[in-house]
């Protein structure tokens, strides 16, 4: 009697090696993706396990010298105002959102400029950096520390 068949498979959604049983019809890849082992290529074939695992590790680490994957969403930094637009997007209330907007610009630089609030302000996508402002000064929710730097109360 023969042993199972073995093969090395690249998930078309994440682009990782896998390695699957050639007889099967379907497999889930770890990234989530539900593959269809008729519509991909077996890259490799083999009866032993142990080799199988081996040309798996081979093609992970071809792929990524390669270039083929995408880079790790972890390794981006992430852009401190886009942080802080989203920790503003769920406030309903205009002048909160703004509030909170204003309290996490103080945190992260101290003291913030229209520059910053128009860089908030095009993620948000709500108002204009500059109503924003003109309202958290008639609100006194923020003040002027010297010309042109504000700081939330």
Do not use: W
């Amino acid at each position: 009697m023969m042993g199972a068949r073995y093969g090395v498979i690249v998930c078309p959604k994440c682009g990782m090696a896998k390695g699957v049983e050639a007889g099967k019809k379907t497999t889930t890849c770890q990234c989530g993706r539900d593959i269809d082992l008729k519509r991909v290529k077996l890259m490799f074939l083999t009866d032993s396990p142990l080799e199988l695992a081996d040309s798996v590790a081979n093609a992970n680490a071809s792929l990524r010298g390669g270039g083929q994957l995408p880079a790790d969403k972890k390794a981006k930094k992430r852009d401190p105002y886009a942080g802080i637009a989203e920790r503003a997007r769920p406030v309903k209330d205009p002048l909160e959102r703004m509030k909170v907007v204003s309290a996490e610009l103080s945190r992260l630089k101290r003291e913030f400029t229209i520059e910053d609030l128009r860089r908030v302000a095009a993620v948000l996508g709500k108002d204009s950096p500059e109503d924003m402002l003109a309202r958290l000064l008639e609100h006194n929710l923020v003040y002027e520390v010297s010309e042109g730097a504000y700081r939330a109360v």
